[in-house]
C-alpha cells in the first residue's frame, strides 16, 4: 500500500481485516483482498485457541488465577509457568525458581574479580521467552505502576547502552520468584506493596 502512496487507518491487530479493507483501492484489490481473507481467518482461529487455552486453565488448572493477578502475566505464561514448574513445594526458596528457569548470571569470580555474565539459560526455553515477554510489558508504556516496574524502570535508567536489556531480564528473573511465592502462600497480589509499607513507615517517622 505504502508503495503506491496509499496509507491504512491506525486499528488494532483484531479489527485490521475488517477496518481497513475498505481502505485497499481497487487497483490493488485483486492482490490484497485475498491476504485480508487470510488475516481474518487466523483472527478467528487464534480466538478459538485463546478461548481453549482459558478453558483448559479453568476446569484443569485453576491455580493459575493466582498467577494471572500480576497485569502481563497472561493465561498461557501462567499455564506454562505451572506445568513447568509442576509442584511449587520443590523450591523451599523461591529464589531458587529463577536459577532452574536459567534467568541468573553465570558466575566466574577469580579473586577481587566479578564479572558482570549473561544469565545461564538453562531450563526451559520457551516458559523463560514467555517470562521475558511479561517483563517487556511491565516496564514498557502501557504497564501499569507496581513496584515491580519501578524497581525495573529503576535500573533502566541507571544501566547505560544496554539498561534496558539487563532490565528486562532482571524483571522477568524477579517476576519468577513473584509468580511461584503467589502460588506458595495464596495470597492477593498487591502492586503497590512495599511503596504503601514505604509510606505508612514514613508517615509514622
Not at 517487556?136 to 541507571?158: M, N, Q, T, V
Not at 519468577?176 to 511465592?181: I, M, P, S
Amino acid at each position: 500500500m505504502k508503495s503506491c502512496g496509499e496509507r491504512l487507518p491506525a486499528c488494532s491487530a483484531d479489527s485490521f481485516a475488517v477496518k481497513a479493507e475498505p481502505f485497499v483501492p481497487e487497483t490493488l484489490r485483486p492482490a490484497l483482498l485475498p491476504i485480508f481473507v487470510t488475516i481474518a481467518q487466523l483472527s478467528a482461529e487464534i480466538k478459538a485457541l485463546d478461548a481453549l487455552i482459558e478453558e483448559t486453565a479453568r476446569e484443569s488448572y485453576p491455580e493459575t488465577t493466582l498467577l494471572t493477578q500480576v497485569p502481563g502475566v497472561g493465561t498461557l505464561t501462567a499455564q506454562c509457568f505451572v506445568l513447568t514448574i509442576e509442584d511449587p513445594a520443590r523450591f523451599p526458596k523461591p529464589r531458587a525458581v529463577a536459577s532452574y528457569l536459567g534467568l541468573r548470571p553465570r558466575q566466574a569470580e577469580s579473586g577481587s574479580l566479578s564479572p558482570q555474565l549473561r544469565i545461564t539459560k538453562a531450563g526451559d526455553e520457551h516458559l523463560r521467552w514467555l517470562l521475558v515477554g511479561a517483563a517487556h510489558y511491565i516496564i514498557g508504556p502501557f504497564g501499569p505502576d507496581s513496584d515491580l516496574r519501578r524497581w525495573g524502570l529503576a535500573l533502566c535508567e541507571k544501566g547505560g547502552r544496554s539498561g534496558k536489556k539487563r532490565a528486562v531480564v532482571a524483571v522477568a528473573r524477579k517476576l519468577a520468584v513473584l509468580l511461584l511465592r503467589l502460588w506458595q502462600t495464596g495470597e492477593i497480589y498487591e502492586p503497590l506493596r512495599n511503596a504503601n509499607r514505604r509510606e505508612v513507615a514514613d508517615a509514622c517517622t
